[in-house]
């Protein structure tokens, strides 16, 4: 078997061999990519998962493009197209996996452990070419409810030594006890940190409540306190995706996409009391809500920019389809062959998915600038392949700005980018969104673009609605819906082609709905063409049959999702 | 650090007893010890801790989530906390007596899962002494393939998207454009504004070679290595996966290899990381070769049988 995967991934390497990372140069930003949730030997449960001795120093390694040697299958790999940027998240407090004498349980275990860790971070950081954040997971999850959160800081390790990493033994279970951390910790040292939820897919109906964590109705104070920390969220992880469910959303067609443990209520906690889907699990519920309780208490506690990251706790932030080994050290497939892998208990390995990743529209690779992008929410999330998104809100866009040789000029200099705000339209003109994406170089054609609005009506009841506004080929939408691409996936070969889709998609779309009283937002959604899933890949190698093996669509339509843009009247 | 609710005040007072605490305390480390070293003590003995109970419920919820299953251990009734219990006891046993019986031997999966454990074992993570310059060097020349900066090229180029003109309309189009492009001696900053929007780039400047194909594919590249560098000369039509190109190429420099004293920081920290997994790599060779080796039945001369039994 270690045979068949050696092989397998030379090939893998070999197709896409062809790439390197570099920015892509904007008029005012440069994209750079990144991973913002590793998990190393250093997290307890990656630890006893098997991940022994992978630590932070290999998982910079590896996102810098160094070949590292893999720490289950035994064989040297490089990832093809380096990072620009990576996070290194394991759980605080640190588990026995890192390199100190001692009881992990103790001051001094984890003083010394953390200083490793910013040492790693340290070492790795190469302004302008890659950037090493310092950070780590704050992990609470009462009967199995995530309540997680990525933290990090543009700090410099001197600077973050001063601070041991709070988790919820030493702030307090709840968010708004890291919060008060957090700002306890930047008054002290003049540092800034951005905290970002995740696997609200997972939080049983707690991550994006209508209350706060004593069961007081959201206030103002709540509100700008949360997104003074956490002003993005992580919707998409191997986990699962957090944008909706088809629950919530019966009319979108794409809802269904990588639903992770959900997808046959097979959710990670112990107790088997986990609630059907709640409002508050999901990214698109959750945004408008925040309208709603804008309206209410002034301040939306929910006005979120999108990201996307992995939460590996194999050390390797690897989601390309054809390259992805899992996420436990242990369930690292196809290596350990087929009876290894289908199931172990509850959580079916083949729930997991390969992705994700956040596009960041930055000037410049550093700690700060990054954070900067961060903090004003000018990233987007995307399921592994680095298609590149742009997008400008503003009033006065023209259909022929689609076709700007420069659509940054155009969009900074007549619209705000995602993650902005826009308000009061004058002589009550509608919305016009400038968008422009590109298929990833080396990945699959584009299938369509679509902008996905949520707004408040003056009934105070929030409404979602899909818009298709450009798409590849000749197709006439029916009924507001353009038909399904097709698909040039050879399932029995894990191969497609570009030979479906458009490599470019641009358009100016006008909100034909617009009310310039209601309180609305938009984000993007792009659509590849159907490539193979990742267990495709993994059954093709094991001459087995994908769909009977793994019980997965064996083809998906991988996607980028924008940060919104809002609309305040 | 300490976890909540991890307070004594709750004890019954006979509980608080010092003296309580030492026996207690004392019992606890014997057990532990037990459990740790099962053989030394009674190997007829199992110790049941909350530590390897936890990491035995995490293996069969496949949840791996220390917090989760500590929680969650609190709250079983008693009837399922003694099931699981009985599980782990079940199992322990049952492993104790399969080693006892030497059922570890000749399957490949629990050999590499010891293998792994032990190599962890040998991974040294003391900074070895400072390396000499002779010493940085001699690595450095032995190693200098991974050291070569690739092949970077500058050029400009104009676009005709074939999706937008079609494939003939394009070729045209770049054809037609190409030879006014010359008679007119346009210079680099001329792409700007002809032809179709890039998809990626106008200008590529001091770009890699690897970079380039991700844009444009390896049809393109190959050909800018036929053309001569020039700074009014235009080529083409070259053709991507996305349409045909006229290119000014001014320059292209060869793969190169910097000096020492321009990467020293990267080729001491890989110096250091190569003594480092080599002196696990010495330390595991110099296991292995504590070994005598008997190899039979490998010679093809050897291949009868009866000559095998014999050895044996």
């Known amino acids: ?261 959900q997808r046959d209520g097979n959710i990670i906690h112990t107790r088997g009391d986990m609630t059907a889907p709640d409002p508050a699990d999901y990214v698109r519920t959750a945004l408008l809500r925040g309208l709603g309780i804008e309206e209410e208490v002034g301040v939306n506690p929910y006005k979120l920019g999108l990201q996307g990251a992995t939460d590996t706790h194999t050390t390797l932030s690897d989601t390309d389809e054809d390259l992805f080994a899992g996420w436990l050290a242990r369930l690292t497939g196809p290596a350990n062959g087929p009876e290894a892998l289908p199931v172990f208990g509850r959580v079916a390995t083949w729930n997991s998915a390969a992705q994700g990743i956040t596009g960041a529209w930055s000037t410049a690779n550093t700690r700060e600038a990054l954070t900067a992008s961060f903090k004003r929410k000018e990233v987007y999330a995307t399921s592994g392949p680095r298609i590149q998104l742009r997008m400008f809100g503003g009033f006065e866009f023209e259909t022929e700005d689609a076709n700007a040789r420069d659509i940054a000029a155009v969009g900074y200099g007549g619209g705000v980018p995602m993650g902005g705000d826009l308000a009061q339209a004058p002589s009550d003109s509608p919305v016009s969104l400038l968008i422009h994406a590109v298929k990833d170089p080396v990945g699959a054609n584009l299938d369509r673009v679509q902008v996905i609005k949520g707004w408040l009506d003056d009934e105070g009841e929030t409404h979602e609605r899909i818009y298709d506004v450009v798409w590849a080929g000749a197709r006439t939408a029916v009924n507001g819906k353009v038909p399904p691409i097709g698909s040039t996936v050879d399932v029995a070969r894990a191969t497609y082609d570009n030979t479906i889709g458009s490599a470019e998609l641009s358009t100016v779309w006008v909100d034909p709905d617009f009310d310039p009283d209601e309180r609305a937002f938009y984000y993007v959604r792009v659509l590849e063409i159907p490539t193979p899933r990742y267990s495709t890949y993994d059954a093709v190698a094991l001459g087995l049959d994908p769909a009977e093996f793994t019980g997965q669509p064996p083809a998906i339509q991988e996607r980028a999702f924008s940060s919104p843009i809002w609309y305040t009247p | 650090m300490t976890k909540p609710g991890r307070k004594l005040a709750w004890l019954p007072s006979w509980l608080q007893d010092p003296l309580i605490h030492f026996l207690v305390i004392g019992g606890v480390l014997f057990a532990a010890y037990g459990l740790i070293v099962p053989d030394a003590n009674d190997p007829r003995r199992i110790t049941v801790s909350r530590d390897a109970l936890i990491n035995f419920a995490q293996y069969r919820a496949n949840t791996f989530q220390f917090d989760v299953i500590d929680q969650a251990i609190d709250e079983l009734t008693a009837g399922e906390r003694q099931a699981l219990v009985d599980e782990y006891v079940r199992e322990e046993a049952l492993y104790r007596e399969a080693i006892a019986m030497g059922l570890d031997q000749g399957d490949d999966v629990i050999r590499q899962r010891l293998i792994q454990r032990l190599e962890f074992l040998f991974e040294d993570n003391d900074e070895p002494a400072d390396v000499g310059r002779d010493e940085l060097m001699k690595f450095y020349t032995e190693y200098s393939d991974d050291y070569i900066e690739p092949a970077i090229y500058t050029f400009t180029h104009v676009f005709f998207n074939t999706e937008r003109r079609g494939d003939a309309e394009a070729h045209e189009a770049a054809t037609q454009l190409l030879a006014e492009l010359n008679e007119q001696s346009i210079p680099f900053s001329g792409s700007l504004g002809l032809g179709d929007r890039p998809l990626y780039f106008q200008n590529y400047i001091e770009r890699t070679r690897d970079f380039i194909a991700a844009n444009l594919g390896q049809d393109l590249i190959s050909m800018l290595d036929h053309v001569e560098p020039s700074t009014s000369t235009w080529y083409g039509p070259i053709q991507s996966p996305y349409g045909w190109h006229l290119v000014l190429l001014t320059s292209r420099e060869s793969a190169w290899l910097p000096n020492l004293e321009q990467i020293e920081d990267r080729v001491r920290e890989d110096y250091r990381r190569m003594r480092k997994e080599q002196t696990q790599r010495q330390q595991l060779d110099e296991i292995i070769s504590s070994y005598e080796v008997n190899v039979i039945g490998l010679d093809p001369e050897f291949r009868n049988a009866e000559s095998v039994k014999e050895e044996n």
Not at chain 1, 6 to 13: D, E, F, I, P, Q
Not at chain 1, 127 to 136: D, H, Q, V
Not at chain 1, 231 to 241: A, M
């Open chain 1, 1 to 261: 078997m270690m045979q068949i995967r050696k092989s397998y991934l030379l090939v893998s390497l070999t197709l896409v061999m062809c790439a390197s990372a570099r920015p892509v140069v904007g008029q005012e930003r440069n994209l750079y990519w990144g991973d913002t949730h590793v998990h190393t030997s250093y997290s307890r449960d990656a630890f006893s998962a098997g991940n022994v001795n992978a630590d932070p120093d290999m998982a910079y390694r590896f996102a810098r493009g160094l070949p590292v040697v893999h720490p289950s299958l035994g064989n040297r790999v490089r990832l093809d197209r380096p990072l620009d940027f990576l996070v290194v998240a394991d759980h605080t407090p640190f588990g026995s996996g890192a390199p100190v004498e001692g009881d992990r349980d103790t001051l001094e275990f984890q003083t010394a452990a953390w200083s490793l860790y910013a040492d790693a971070a340290e070492r790795n950081n190469d302004p302008g070419t890659f950037t090493a954040l310092i950070g780590w997971e704050w992990t609470y999850t009462p009967g199995g409810q995530h309540l997680h959160r990525v933290v990090f800081t543009p700090a410099d390790a001197e600077t973050a030594k001063q601070f041991l990493p709070a988790s919820p033994a030493s702030t307090g279970v709840r968010p708004e006890d890291l919060w008060n951390w957090l700002e306890a910790t930047s008054d002290r040292l003049g540092i800034d940190f951005v905290a970002i939820p995740h696997n609200s897919n997972l939080s049983g109906g707690r991550m994006f409540e209508m209350v706060d964590s004593d069961g007081r109705p959201i206030s103002a104070e709540y509100a700008r306190t949360r997104m003074r920390w956490e002003p993005l969220v992580e919707v998409l992880q191997i986990k699962g995706t957090s944008e909706t469910h088809p629950f919530f959303s019966p009319e979108d067609e794409f809802a269904d996409f990588e639903l992770g443990y």
